[in-house]
């Protein structure tokens, strides 16, 4: 049972655009909503994360949004850049233990 | 401050033949955590430490995984005997305490052939 779904499964975007990954989750326990970033051969690295009690929260070009209602967050990164060609995976967690997503592969051409 | 170690970074197998994983985590992080991660795929809790204690392993094959954290620094991950669908990455992660950001490590890609 896949608790969080992310999407897309992959997606292109030009230097200097913005790029957009969505998650949702079922469980409402869970008040942790990390994002990873893994380079191949790679371990994932953390990049942002956000608890429920806030709708959004940006560091440098990525920001998290977070809709609880909805029980929906996603990732914007903007001003892609060819270095932030990876794959993200969202992750949901309670009490410290983590699902994550499926991942999805970012290509960002010059 | 050094990250999470783990070692071997690549280890390949025959089936059937035991295999195990190290890691060391950051240090002063109490909590350890072994991940398993399929081509294409998120990774996937087996095993959770706090210090010595294993708080979840809920996950943990335990019919051919086995896994261990004397002295509640270090870990090793066993498996025995290797199947081919084991065939996988294994991260390991650690954070400071049981509900803080989780630091992963390069992980070790197994191959069973």
């Known amino acids: 049972q896949q608790q969080v779904k992310q999407s897309p499964q992959s997606l292109i975007v030009q230097k200097g655009g913005i790029s957009i990954i969505n998650c949702a989750y079922e469980n409402t326990a869970f008040d942790y909503f990390p994002w990873y970033q893994q380079f191949p051969g790679k371990g994932p690295a953390l990049l942002i994360a956000?608890?429920?009690?806030?709708s959004e929260k940006k560091e440098g070009r990525f920001t998290i949004s977070f809709n609880k209602s909805a029980k929906q967050f996603s990732l914007h990164i903007m001003d892609s850049q060819p270095g932030d060609s990876a794959t993200y995976f969202c992750a949901a967690g309670a009490w410290g233990k983590l699902q994550f997503g499926a991942g999805t592969q970012v290509v960002v051409t010059p | 401050e050094a990250g999470v170690v783990q070692s071997p970074r690549y280890k390949i197998i025959e089936k059937k033949q035991p295999v195990a994983f190290w890691c060391n985590p950051i240090?002063?992080?109490?909590?350890l955590y072994w991940y398993l991660q399929n081509l294409g795929q998120g990774p996937e809790l087996l095993i959770r430490?706090?210090?010595?204690?294993?708080?979840?392993d809920s996950q943990l094959p335990k019919d051919r995984f086995s896994a261990e954290r004397l002295k509640g620094v270090d870990s090793t991950l066993k498996i025995q005997p290797a199947e081919l669908g084991d065939s996988a990455v294994y991260l390991c992660a650690s954070s400071l305490v049981l509900e803080g950001e989780q630091y992963f490590g390069p992980g070790t890609r197994l191959t069973v052939t």
């Open positions: 430490y706090e210090n010595e204690e294993a708080v979840d």
């Open positions: 956000i608890r429920p009690d806030v």
């Open positions: 240090s002063g992080h109490n909590t």
